[in-house]
């Protein structure tokens, strides 16, 4: 178990971040190792500190860890924000630890539900499979879909001005690479654009599942051709800047899908699954 204090205390009220990325599993467990999650997690550090939020990294740590972790900095006083990263391996519902044994997701959004934690934005941004679909990236009007108990469990769970944002939607897997998720790469990327950090939120999430989904091509000979397509669920009462000042929200109006990235800058990758 490893854990580290990305900056300095800034004050005993400021924005925090947690980063938690398991990318080695204790001997015995049947889960592979994930390359390019330490890449992730400096570039998040790198990122957020910058945009005046006291970050705190914690590597390779079990499931009881995690538990304990998010109890602890869910009391913890924030101004304004509070985001967390969980980033492993993953089933629909959960993440696993460093033991091998699964994290319900329920459980940790379910911490915030207190009064330390009331009005302030949440954000929790899922780098893990959600099953073992892949996909295709075939357009469709509607599908029906199959959501599990467990799916409902987590969604009830989430408190009040949250919101969740996945790599990948219910039953699909998200895609590593050594250099990085493309989830979790493409979020530093907008953050870092200028006048990315000043969107509105929920702007701001959608552009993320845009560039994903429009720009990203897994390659190789298995997994040439699939893709990734992210989805968050919000509980959020109203617009919120969680990295910039309200107002200075400089997006384009009225954009279509297609106008938000050109296709000039669309690239492929040679993936693994997380």
């Known amino acids: 178990m490893l854990g580290w204090n990305g900056v300095r205390d800034r004050g005993t009220e400021c924005n925090r971040a947690v980063l938690v990325s398991v990318a080695h599993f204790d001997y015995g467990v049947k889960l592979g190792s994930r390359p ?39 009391r913890l006083p924030v ?7 969980l980033s492993s391996h993953g089933e629909e519902g959960c993440v696993f630890g460093a033991d091998g044994k699964p994290v319900r997701l329920s459980r940790i ?12 934005t949440k954000l ?29 469990s987590q969604y009830l769970s989430v408190p009040v001005d949250t919101a969740v944002m996945y790599a990948t939607a219910p039953g699909y897997g998200a895609f590593m690479h050594p250099l990085g998720a493309v989830f979790l790469q493409t979020l ?26 429009y720009t990203f091509q897994a390659k190789g000979r298995t997994l040439r051709g699939k893709k990734e397509m992210p989805c968050f669920l919000t509980r959020l009462t109203r617009e919120v800047f969680p990295f910039g000042e309200p107002g200075k929200d400089t997006g384009a109006k009225e954009l279509s899908a297609t106008s938000l990235v050109g296709t000039e800058n669309r690239r492929k990758r040679t993936p693994s699954i997380s």
Not at 109 to 120: G, I, R, V, Y
């Open 36 to 74: 390019g999650a330490q890449k992730d997690t400096k570039r998040l550090h790198r990122t957020l500190s910058k945009l005046g939020f006291k970050v705190d990294i914690h590597n390779d740590l079990d499931s009881e860890e995690i538990y304990s972790l998010f109890q602890k900095v869910s």
């Open 188 to 213: 530093c990327a907008l953050l870092e654009e200028e006048g990315g950090h000043n969107l509105e939120l929920t702007r701001l999430l959608t552009r993320l599942s845009h560039r994903v989904a």
């Open 124 to 152: 929790f941004f899922i780098q893990a499979c959600r099953g073992g679909d892949l996909d295709d990236g075939v357009e469709v009007d509607s599908a029906e879909c199959d959501v599990t108990e467990d799916s409902f």
């Open 79 to 85: 101004k304004d924000c509070f985001l967390a990263v």
């Open 109 to 120: 959004f379910s911490c915030f539900d207190n009064a330390h934690m009331e009005k302030k």
